[in-house]
């Protein structure tokens, strides 16, 4: 079983105050660090447990710069067998022109799956995955949560709304994208990074790639970015945690819930 | 003049709440730019969810077969694709949930079309409509508008537009029309649907909950909240991280994928707020949040909040509880 993983690197924004840059059409990034999407840490471990049940290779791809090499090596440590970066210049990408991108680069691959994560943890649009299955004609499902590969399908299981799953068989080849919970992705050791330095990482340039003018155009535009509106929210209770926690279990009494 | 789309929404016998909302959104857009409102409905037969939709639109494309009761993308993407076709709508509505994950960007790729996902707001300016989104988990808001195009695609968050009870009713006209022949083989085969919902407790029933997210950090640390739940006797429930890490089982999970609750008062330990779970605490009455982070999205819709320690809040309550019997 062949698999290939789109996976991005995006800034680690929880508990961190953002801002937004002069041009208003993005984050300030110096500041921030950066990690493995985490709806795509989960699509490498699934990868590397179905590689590991049922051989096979897995090639783990991203697009971006130097910077975000440190992913494929982190997705070749935690068991992928080669890795390939795009470098896509300066050029602004949105999910379509993404879709197109790895579509051009995975259309001459051979593979039984294609995972990607639900969505990234930056832009929070959810659209590249069932995109790019679009591109290549391949069988999709969105917001995976269990994948059992047989001859030919795969019988898989999408989280739907209200605490409900929907278990269907799903016609190889088949791109799904992976929700977040599906399986507990392995540790990574700084040598294993190190090891894993040793295994296949091709770099190709979006030019190579002989994409049109417009498939490289984005059919989305940022016209800003912006802090969320001011508004009143919650009233904060100030001061040492005794006094918060009297101030609590008065409230909850009020409420008429009896402690 | 144009025409707005709006996708319909159903599962096990019930349109839901998405479709209403974007039909509230879509007619207040026609109302400003003069497009006329469509529904869209591609369900099984005898479902009678015509009825239910007549006063929302001017117009109901119906399309009834039981190969369409249950949403397969293969085969709506291609009876929408061939429909959008013929009819080039200005705008065309789906919701940013499991089936329009699934349906609109495939869509987007077939048609052409710009595709913005998960809007909470979208107007026209200028002949083209400009939509806002939430980035960076709801830090930050971004607007957003389209490559131009004959038409455009967006999903809609579900709750961003709350249609008033009593909403203006229209007299939709109802056009049902067949599948179209030569239909192709769908690659994907329903199974079942299964609840993951159910187990050994039942937080919906509440009425005090104590719910912990991401911010518990550790494992081990969810036994020192256990008891602080139950010193207070309230029920144990939790965000998506929790569950996500196997800490807790689902039956715990508030949220659009796990469970709506309804307590009288919800204390939030460590919870972000990301809008799905908030989704889910929308009938709580009283929502207490403790969160180190004092910009956490969760503030922006508690009713109280304590920017400090959860783990010293908790100690805190557990001697003021303590005290008190």
Known sequence: ?259 | MGEIFVVVEHRKGEIREITFEMLFKARELCQTSSHKLTAILLGGRDEGFVDDLAKWADRIIAFEDDRLKIFNADIYKEILDSLIGGHTPFLTLMGHTSWGMDLAPALAIRTGFPLATDCVDIQTEDGRPMVTRQIYSGKLFSKVSFKESPGYLVTVRPGAFLPPDDVEESQGEVVRQELPSGLTEPKKEFIEFVDTGAGAIDITQAELLVSIGRGVGEEENIATIKELADLMGATLSCSRPVVDKNWLPKFHQVGTSGKSVKPKVYLAFGISGAFQHVAGITGAGTVIAINKDRKAPIFRVADYGIADDLFKVADALKSEVTKVS
């Open chain 1, 1 to 259: 079983m062949n698999i290939i993983i789109c996976i991005k690197r995006v800034p680690l924004t929880q508990e961190v105050d953002l801002e937004v840059d002069e041009l208003k059409k993005g984050v300030k990034k110096d500041a921030l660090a950066y990690v493995i999407n985490d709806w795509d840490n989960y699509a490498i471990e699934e990868a590397v447990l179905l590689q590991e049940k049922f051989g096979g290779t897995v090639t783990a791809i991203t697009i971006g710069d130097e910077d975000d090499e440190e992913i494929l090596r982190r997705a070749l440590a935690m068991g992928a067998d080669k890795s390939i970066r795009i470098e896509p210049g300066e050029r602004e990408l949105d999910g379509f022109v993404i879709s197109k991108i790895l579509a051009k680069t995975i259309r001459d691959l051979e593979y039984d799956l294609i995972l990607t994560g639900v969505q990234a943890d930056d832009d929070n649009a959810a659209m590249v995955g069932i995109m790019l299955a679009e591109e290549l004609g391949l069988s999709h499902a969105a917001v995976v949560t269990g994948i059992e590969p047989e001859e030919g399908n795969a019988i898989i299981r999408v989280e739907l709304e209200g605490g409900m799953d929907e278990v269907s068989k799903i016609k190889l080849p088949s791109l799904l994208t992976i929700q977040t919970g599906i399986n507990e992705p392995r540790y990574v050791s700084i040598m294993g990074i190190r090891k894993a330095r040793k295994k296949e990482l091709v770099v190709i340039k979006v030019e190579d790639l002989s994409l049109s003018e417009d498939d490289l155009t984005r059919r989305t535009i940022i016209e800003e970015v912006f802090l969320p509106p001011e508004i009143e929210g919650a009233e904060m209770i100030e001061g040492d945690p005794s006094s918060v926690a009297g101030q609590i279990i008065q409230i909850i009494k009020e409420k008429g819930v009896s402690i």
